[in-house]
């Protein structure tokens, strides 16, 4: 599955913004989907996951009521919305996809390319 991220850019302290998670060539329908992230000098990291029907959510403790993921399955879309960001959000963020909901969250098979998230003070 390929998958490619969008979204990310520089914004303030306190301020939101919303990445996107598409494929030009996969239809994302039947996958579940997810994100993690990436400080420099560090291990990646899980963010937030949904199932292919968005009946399923989860999120790391330090994200959840802030970020909110969601899915358009007619768009072929998913999305990462991001609230209240903080300067210690500001890493690479990476969209992910596996057949399983249970594996998205841990270990996913398909890795989109990153996109950066600079969060100033």
């Known amino acids: 599955v390929q998958l490619q991220a969008s979204g990310g850019g520089p914004v303030q302290t306190g301020n939101s913004l919303k990445l996107s998670c598409t494929s030009s060539?996969?239809?994302?329908?039947?996958?579940?989907m997810g994100w993690f992230r990436q400080a420099p000098g560090k291990a990646r990291e899980f963010v937030a996951g949904i199932s292919w029907s968005s009946d399923g959510t989860y999120y790391e403790d330090d994200v959840r009521g802030r970020f909110t993921i969601s899915r358009d399955n007619d768009k072929n879309t998913g999305f990462l919305q991001m609230n209240d960001l903080k300067p210690e959000d500001t890493v690479v963020y990476y969209c992910?996809?596996?057949?399983?909901?249970?594996?998205?969250?841990?270990?996913?098979?398909?890795w989109g390319q990153g996109t950066l998230v600079t969060v100033s003070s």
């Open positions: 992910v996809a596996d057949e399983s909901f249970h594996w998205v969250l841990r270990t996913p098979k398909y």
């Open positions: 060539r996969d239809t994302l329908r039947s996958y579940a």
